[in-house]
Nanobody
Framework: QVQLVESGGGLVQPGGSLRLSCAASGFSLDYSVIGWFRQAPGKEREGVSCINTNADSSRYADSVKGRFTISKDKAKNTVHLQMNSLKPEDTAVYYC??????????????????WGQGTQVTVSS
């Protein structure tokens, strides 16, 4: 059974850091593209980042470039999203999702299928 479980969310002050994790089970990340999305209250879900099967290519939304870093830990079958210099506008529920293929598609939820349950990130003083 394909399953994705996010963790690592929480409350952090502006300028702080968090590392989100997406633990996969039922399939290998060696053959999967994984993306991170977020949804703030009253807003549509937006793509944040994506990493390809070989973990040698990634994609970021303009709003997080230079602040967020996505990585794969293949030994633990887990994808991480390191978030630095957090801003209040980063507050949202963060989801990871799986996409077919080998390379990152456009960061739109329509290109991703299996989804985790989400983890809340709140950036506030």
């Amino acid at each position: 059974q394909v399953q994705l479980v996010e963790s690592g969310g929480g409350l952090v002050q502006p300028g702080g850091s968090l590392r989100l994790s997406c633990a996969a089970s039922g399939f290998s990340l060696d053959y999967s593209v994984i993306g991170w999305f977020r949804q703030a209250p009253g807003k549509e879900r937006e793509g944040v980042s994506c990493i390809n099967t070989n973990a040698d290519s990634s994609r970021y939304a303009d709003s997080v470039k230079g602040r967020f870093t996505i990585s794969k830990d293949k030994a633990k079958n887990t994808v991480h999203l390191q978030m630095n210099s957090l801003k209040p506008e980063d507050t949202a529920v963060y989801y990871c999702a799986r996409s077919s293929g080998q390379q990152c598609p456009r960061l739109h939820e329509g290109f991703f299928n299996s989804w985790g349950q989400g983890t809340q990130v709140t950036v506030s003083s």
